[in-house]
């Protein structure tokens, strides 16, 4: 499955922002999805992801990102609230045939988008 990202930008701290994720292929109802992040000079981050309708989240977002999917739109989503400057990063959503066990872990996702730029300004 191809994976193409969109909806990044420059926003304000406490300001919203919702990144979209297209997908290619008629496989991406089955996969696993989920978003991740790199900022500058950090490892890649596990923000959420979507498995057989559960949802998981790290931490450092929980409470104020929420990951949704469209399988008719073959369509990954990811709704930032309350945005702060340490959110500023590459987004990235990824997919794959992922153990629930697994799901934090970039290693286990087997397609991935080009990323998309967000910045959050204090």
């Known amino acids: 499955v191809q994976l193409d990202e969109s909806g990044g930008g420059l926003v304000q701290a406490g300001d919203s922002l919702r990144l979209s994720c297209a997908a290619s292929?008629?496989?991406?109802?089955?996969?696993?999805v989920g978003w991740f992040r790199q900022g500058p000079g950090k490892d890649r981050e596990f923000i959420a992801a979507?498995?057989?309708?559960?949802?998981y989240y790290g931490d450092s977002v929980k409470g104020r990102f929420t990951i949704s999917r469209d399988n008719a739109k073959a369509t990954l989503y990811l709704q930032m609230s309350s945005l702060k400057p340490e959110d500023t990063a590459v987004y990235y959503c990824?997919?794959?045939?992922?153990?629930?066990?697994?799901?934090?872990?970039?290693?286990?996702?087997?397609?991935w988008g080009q990323g998309t730029q967000v910045t959050v300004s204090s």
């Open positions: 990824a997919a794959g045939n992922v153990i629930t066990s697994q799901i934090r872990r970039s290693e286990s996702y087997h397609s």
């Open positions: 292929g008629r496989t991406f109802s089955a996969y696993a």
């Open positions: 979507i498995k057989s309708g559960n949802k």
